[in-house]
């Protein structure tokens, strides 16, 4: 079909590697056979047509040619002969527009059976990609880091108070701690109480 020799291929198939990586490249491999093996088959296909389209063809000319002749005139092994042929003509006529129907239906079917393979498999893709997107997202901490990393020693300041403010709202003062005396009132407080 193609003219196209080892060395060829081999160049083919690292351009394929180098462009669409490890992964991608087998289901690219499979697709692109599947399109291969029906084009194969609807070529095929269209060969055996036309090969019955001329001997269709040729039938009728040569029955053109016998009328022309006059077959009154022809013996009557030559004209059931004629008749032979137009009844071979008719029913080649018949089974080429019953296989035409037969191709046109498993062509249909083979076509809806590779898109649906293909969508599969980019289905397949997107969903393992996205999988690696999720593992390689960096942590909350390390793009902290990085935005520290960034920013200038007055920045880093700045963003320090700003934390510091942020979990005092998550944590209450250490009263305890601040004055000797809260102690004191917190549990005049819960004697009051009782």
Not at 61 to 81: D, V
Not at 89 to 115: F, H, N, P, R
Not at 118 to 138: D, F, G, M, T
Request: negative net charge.
């Amino acid at each position: 079909m193609f003219d196209i020799g080892f060395s060829e291929l081999v160049l083919i198939f690292v351009v394929g590697l180098v462009v669409l990586g490890p992964q991608r490249l087998p289901v690219a491999i499979r697709t692109v056979m599947g399109w291969v093996r029906t084009i194969r088959g609807l070529a095929a296909n269209v060969q055996n047509e036309l090969a019955q389209e001329l001997k269709l063809q040729e039938l009728q000319e040569s029955i053109k040619k016998a009328e022309a002749l006059n077959l009154s005139s022809l013996s009557p092994e030559l004209s059931k002969t004629v008749e032979d042929l137009k009844q071979s003509a008719q029913q080649m006529q018949a089974d080429l527009a019953s296989a035409k129907g037969e191709i046109t239906k498993l062509t249909d079917e083979q076509v809806a059976e590779i898109q649906a393979k293909i969508e599969q498999e980019e289905q397949q893709i997107a969903v393992s990609e996205s999988q690696k997107n999720l593992e390689n997202q960096p942590l909350v901490e390390d793009e902290a880091v990085i935005e520290n990393a960034e920013l200038s020693p007055a920045g880093i300041a700045e963003q320090a108070e700003l934390d510091e403010s942020q979990f005092a709202a998550y944590y209450p003062p250490d009263d305890d701690l601040a004055t000797p005396n809260s102690s004191v009132s917190q549990q005049q407080d819960k004697q009051n109480v009782s």
